[in-house]
């Protein structure tokens, strides 16, 4: 009679079990399934979409009391400009409506674009603009105007005969809000007659030299009495600006000329080489609401999948 030991041998050598070859582990000692990945992906989705969803809400009421606000200054009667402006106060009175009256120099025009308007390729027209009640000129930007309608290139570019006003003008502006140009645009390059964006300060140094005075300068004197205040410089600047050598110095103070025809004047306007101005309304773009119900949707979306997957899980 074989013994044991033996038999295990015979059954060793006829086995046809590959070499190495280990056993599947039992199922027990599987990973839990509420440590997958995707149940904890699924997991956090939910959460994540949902603060996505809730911080729109929050912009979406920001973004409505802004409209409110910006519709109310715009409700208001024009403002005079003062003879005397102070630059530092112009910020709080963004989307005021402005009258204003005086000439408009066109030989210091400046193009910024180019710009499309109803798929008419164009520029806008920045001019410095001297105030029958004197004090330092401003800009204002005329409006969009064809390319087809603008006689030369570079800095020799000029409106038509035709849409050079001449005269004393009289009307209505807006004072916009000015951000900053973003990664993706050109730095402006004055000597060259490229102006990619509008930079009142750049604008107006470039527009002063060309009339050959100084520009307007906020820094104060080293040896100025009042050094402490932020606008120290401010006082001072102005009235040197007003003087009569100074008549010809631009303020970095930039309107936009409200035209206020309907479509076919303002077809009429461009297919003749004159300035369109904007609307006098609120452009300022409400998308928050749409956000929102997109990351609500994908929250409970997504949770719908968590509890799916849950439930499988457990059963």
């Known amino acids: 009679m074989s013994s ?17 070859y280990t056993r599947p582990s039992s199922s027990k000692s599987s990973k839990p399934w509420y440590r997958s990945p995707t149940t904890l992906v699924l997991g956090f989705i939910p959460i994540f979409t949902f603060g996505l969803g809730y911080w729109q809400i929050k912009r979406l009421k920001w973004k409505v009391s802004l409209i409110e606000e910006l519709e109310d200054k715009l409700s208001r009667d024009p403002l005079r400009l003062p003879r005397n402006i102070n630059i530092d106060v112009l910020p709080q009175f963004d989307f005021r409506l402005v009258s204003v009256k005086g000439t408009f120099d066109h030989s210091r025009a400046m193009f910024v674009g180019p710009r499309v308007r109803d798929g008419v390729m164009g520029y806008h027209v920045v001019v410095p603009f001297s105030r029958s009640e004197g004090g330092g000129m401003i800009l204002i930007n005329r409006g969009f105007v064809s390319e087809k309608q603008i006689e030369g290139t570079g800095e020799r570019r000029r409106l038509k005969e035709g849409a050079m006003q001449s005269g004393e003008e009289e009307f209505v502006a807006l004072l916009p809000r000015i951000y900053p140009a973003n990664t993706f645009t050109p730095d402006n390059v004055p000597e060259k007659g490229s102006w990619f964006h509008v930079n009142p300060w750049q604008m107006a140094e470039w527009a002063s030299r060309k009339a050959g005075v100084e520009a307007l300068s ?24 007003l003087g009569s050598k100074d008549t010809e110095r631009v303020l970095p103070v930039y309107l936009e000329q409200v035209f206020d025809g309907n479509v076919g004047e303002a077809a009429t306007r461009v297919a003749q080489g004159i300035p369109v101005g904007r609307a006098a309304t609120i452009e300022l773009r409400n998308q928050h609401a749409v956000y929102a119900a997109t990351w609500f949707s994908l929250s409970a979306c997504t949770a719908v999948m968590f509890g799916l997957l849950v439930r499988r899980g457990r059963s």
């Open 4 to 20: 044991p030991h033996h038999r295990q041998d015979r059954y060793d050598e006829y086995s046809d079990t590959p070499e190495g």
């Open 218 to 241: 906020l820094a104060p004197k080293e040896d100025a009495s009042d050094s402490y205040t932020p606008t120290a410089g401010v006082a001072e600047s102005v009235r040197s600006m």
